[in-house]
């Protein structure tokens, strides 16, 4: 580790000083074109503190005011002598003991953290993905079998649908799904989204299992068979766990690009990342700080799935 | 115990079918150690993996415990079961353990016990053995170590008939006399064994009868003694020559 790391320093402080390049040309040109970078808007995007103002509904007199914790409890005697009480910070305390409050009087706020647009577009995104992605391996494993069938119709069947949905392009297959079937099945927008990204990664998926099938030697099948196990018993125990260790990394490709795929859905105004960047752009004018940090939270999605599908192929390589 | 009548399997290819079983009619009995020799493409390996059913027949007959395989009513897992069968290429699922190997069949097919399973599987382990590699990944045994878990596995399964295809021709040479003297120990306890192998030595210790194929035709059969010093037919010589 040591060794390479002396053997090759030049070629790594080259990398650094091609990197810091690109982003000295790209700081200048920036700078020329007259931009204002205001990075301190982002953050709000993805929590802010959210100010619930207290008021009292009706004229009240103060009655006590506790603390505890940097959390002060207001007793207050209403006009119909009902006695109310009300939680706030204490650094936004407005009244004393025995003060006589108006109706809509403000007693001070609480603060609380929430989640900002950006934070909700992530959650959004990553539940379109997950989902799709599970409907989707279901989909590609059915049509991956279909696919070896002996069965004529199902063999045509399968390919038929693989071929329709891997010459079209997804964004033409989102309208589809959304406008027309959408209109005619009566689904809301999320469900058309969802359904129109499983059924474009269940063709990619079918092909990749059909692949992964038809590598495990044949003498596997054989072998299953010759111990009296069925067709559904050999693919169950035998062939399948193999070829799914061989399929995971095309597999875990295809998934990554769902999650990128899925930016697409914003077109049906799903308000994924990509879409709640959008909106945010509209509201703060911060155009390059916003796209920068949706590529980013898309990289950081990507690079934990690609992650953690790397220490599951470590854990099936027991056998290897 | 198995029956074969005018067994014939073509494959169509390029244009031509070849007849790689042509006509074989013979009768196994039980307790009986067969081993079929011949030259390559003679056809002996797709006659031995016609009698489990891992190819279809074209046409004639066999009958395993009078169950006629050419029948479309026959459900050929039932026979299988009763049918070992011990690859050249041994076959063993990677993904599993020896151990697992051995159980995985009683349990789905046999419906057994998992103890039950694995208390057979552990018996047999021992009885090629190897019992100190059950929870060991295939790929981490030697060839020889391999086809006799091979053996077992097709073993745990209470077989009639033991089919083996050239169970010694994957090996290094130094590992075939182990998975032979399994194969012998197995004959001496008295199962039905058919046999496709080139190990002449080994057919003419244990086989009880030879059977010579070429083309697809059975071309001479009989006692490993008629058979090794006195063929009758030509084509037979003319092997035996060039082998010995």
Redesign the interface.
Known sequence: MLDSYRKDWHWRLLTILILVSIVIGLWVSTSKVNYTWRWNRVPQYFVYHNETIERVPYDSRVLSIDEANNITTVTVKNQFDELETYQVDTDTLRVFVDEDLFSGDQIGSTFQWQAGPLLHGLGVTLWISAVSSIIGLAIGLFTGLCRLSRNLTLRQLSILYIEIIRGTPLLVQIFIVYFFFGTVLNIDRMAAGIAALSIFAGAYVAEIIRAGIQSI?K??M?????????TP?AMI??IL??AF?RTLPPLAGQFISLIKDSSLVSVIAITDLTKAGREVITSTFATFEIWFVVAFLYLTLTSILSQVIAWVERRFA??? | MIKTVDLIKTFAGRGQTIHAVDGVTTHIKAGEVVVVIGPSGSGKSTYLRCLNGLEELTSGHIHIDGVDLADRKTDLNKVRREVGMVFQQFNLFPHKTVLQNLVLAQTVVRRRKKSEAEQKARALLKKVGIPEKEMEYPIRLSGGQQQRVAIARALAMDPKVMLFDEPTSALDPEMVGEVLEVMKQLAREGMTMVVVTHEMGFAREVADRVIFMDHGKLVEEGTPEHFFTNPREERAKLFLKQVL
Request: proline share 10%.
């Open positions: 030697p003498g596997q054989e072998a299953a068979r010759s111990l009296g196990m069925n018993q125990h035998i766990p193999q260790k027991v056998s290897d």
